[in-house]
């Protein structure tokens, strides 16, 4: 089974930019839907952005315009822009491959700082 690796996440100012990327030990092409979910302490785990294999995409309301998702399979590689960032996006990120079953990275810690 492929297993998802998420990396790029830190501390950072509320403004400042962020690129998370998730790199499979296998390929991606077979997985329609790639996807980054994020949790903060005390919250559900939530839909960040998602985007299919045809390239088209989706985001949480309280990410668009900010954050943006792509996937190159030659690299099997997800990755997430997150700019403007601001105190409400701390969270621990996670890279997920979905169907059939959800694949699921171990996660990276995004902080901002007001």
């Known amino acids: 089974q492929v297993q998802l690796v998420e990396s790029g996440g830190g501390l950072v100012q509320a403004g400042e930019s962020l690129r998370l990327s998730c790199a499979a030990s296998?390929?991606?092409?077979?997985?329609?839907?790639m996807a980054w979910y994020r949790q903060a302490p005390g919250k559900q785990r939530e839909l960040v952005a998602r985007?299919?294999?045809?390239?088209?995409?989706n985001y949480a309301d309280s990410v668009k315009g900010r954050f943006s998702i792509s996937r190159d399979n030659a690299k099997n590689s997800v990755y997430l822009q997150m700019n403007s960032l601001i105190p409400e996006d701390t969270a621990v990120y996670y890279c997920?491959?979905?169907?059939?079953?959800?694949?699921w990275g171990q996660g990276t810690q995004v902080t901002v700082s007001s």
């Open positions: 997920a491959g979905l169907g059939p079953g959800v694949i």
């Open positions: 985007i299919n294999s045809g390239g088209n995409s």
């Open positions: 296998g390929s991606i092409g077979s997985i329609n839907v």
